[in-house]
T-cell receptor
Framework: DTEVTQTPKHLVMGMTNKKSLKCEQH?????MYWYKQKAKKPPELMFV???????INESVPSRFSPECPNSSLLNLHLHALQPEDSALYLC????????????????FGPGTRLTVT | SQQGEEDPQALSIQEGENATMNCSYK?????LQWYRQNSGRGLVHLIL?????REKHSGRLRVTLDTSKKSSSLLITASRAADTASYFC?????????????FGEGTQLTVNP
């Protein structure tokens, strides 16, 4: 199984709502990622989890809160978002362990298209 | 600013022709990867080339890497309509925290039947 699944596919939320995005993989990968992609732009890294611990936060605003409950699941909790946060949110995973000289390709989910009204 | 810059931004060719996309980057890298994205969906990994490699092949794909010029190219031979997609290069700085990919701006490839 080389699939990364994401739910929901689409999400519309108001600026005062709290919602969560979910991501799941069953490839035994030990690194998981959240990316944000605006229309006609490349994905931008938000967070990296390595062995279920947050290892990289690319200065993301605190209204985005990641969580890794176990090695297969990754959540992104959303609260008090702004309209400019509307984007495609992509989850990815990769095999570990990563070293200074060895890293691996990433497997991406189909994304959640988020609209903030 | 984005690490990778790609050219051309858009490329339109006929089926059967070859497509070449170029990527330049600014800092030292562990490896460089190419991904394909169909119309706002998830990305699909195509090929990974490590910093000590110069060329790599996978099916109809050929990737080169010139670390002295900080550039890479992706060649798709005998293109098909199904190759129509956005293609991104991504540089990986490496590290024990996981892959830290920085994507280029991408090339939109259209293959006309």
């Amino acid at each position: 199984d080389t699939e990364v699944t994401q739910t929901p596919k689409h999400l519309v939320m108001g600026m005062t709502n709290k919602k969560s995005l979910k991501c799941e993989q069953h490839m035994g990968h030990r690194a998981m990622y959240w990316y944000k992609q605006k229309a006609k732009k490349p994905p931008e890294l938000m967070f990296v989890y390595s062995y279920e611990k947050l290892s990289i936060n690319e200065s993301v605003p605190s209204r985005f809160s990641p969580e890794c409950p176990n090695s297969s699941l990754l959540n992104l909790h959303l609260h008090a978002l702004q309209p400019e946060d509307s984007a495609l949110y992509l989850c990815a995973s990769s095999q570990g362990p990563h070293t200074k000289y060895l890293s691996y390709e990433q497997y991406f989910g189909p994304g959640t298209r988020l609209t903030v009204t | 600013s984005q690490q990778g810059e790609e050219d051309p931004q858009a490329l339109s060719i006929q089926e059967g022709e070859n497509a070449t996309m170029n990527c330049s980057y600014k800092t030292s890298i562990n490896n460089l990867q190419w991904y394909r994205q169909n119309s706002g969906r998830g990305l699909v990994h195509l090929i990974l080339i490590r910093s000590n490699e110069r060329e790599k092949h996978s099916g109809r794909l050929r990737v080169t890497l010139d670390t002295s010029k900080k550039s890479s190219s992706l060649l798709i031979t005998a293109s098909r309509a199904a190759d129509t997609a956005s293609y991104f290069c991504a540089t990986d700085r490496g590290g024990t925290s996981g892959s830290r990919l920085t994507f280029g701006e991408g090339t939109q490839l259209t293959v006309n039947p």
